[in-house]
């Protein structure tokens, strides 16, 4: 059973760097995507990023291009969100989800994520 457990959350200054992980046991990730959703209070989840676990393309959401930075540990079984220049707006819980790649995925637009974490908060400070 896949599980995704999301770490590294908490309370910051704006302008600072912070890194959340996701630890991802299970499985055997290499035919999965991997990517990082948001939710902030009294709004919809929205997609902030995604790759495949064993390729190097990477996909953002406009809000985050040139800040974030996705990455896959496959030593660690670990996806990384590098978030850099924080904002306010950034505030939300994080989360982490897991998608089986199949023919006609469209993973990369954040569509069709079968597995989540259960989530990391974090609060921005301006």
């Known amino acids: 059973q896949v599980q995704l457990v999301e770490s590294g959350g908490g309370l910051v200054q704006a302008g600072g760097s912070l890194r959340l992980s996701c630890a991802a046991s299970?499985?055997?990730?290499?035919?999965?995507?991997m990517a990082w959703f948001r939710q902030a209070p009294g709004k919809e989840r929205e997609f902030v990023a995604a790759m495949r676990w064993s390729g190097s393309s990477t996909y953002y959401a406009d809000s985050v291009k040139g800040r974030f930075t996705i990455s896959t540990d496959n030593a660690k079984n670990t996806v990384y969100l590098q978030m850099n220049t924080r904002k306010p707006e950034d505030t939300a819980v994080y989360y982490c989800a897991a998608d089986l790649l199949q023919y006609g995925s469209r993973w990369y637009l954040g569509i069709g994520y079968d597995y989540w974490g259960q989530g990391t908060q974090v609060t921005v400070s301006s």
């Open positions: 299970g499985r055997t990730f290499s035919s999965y995507a």
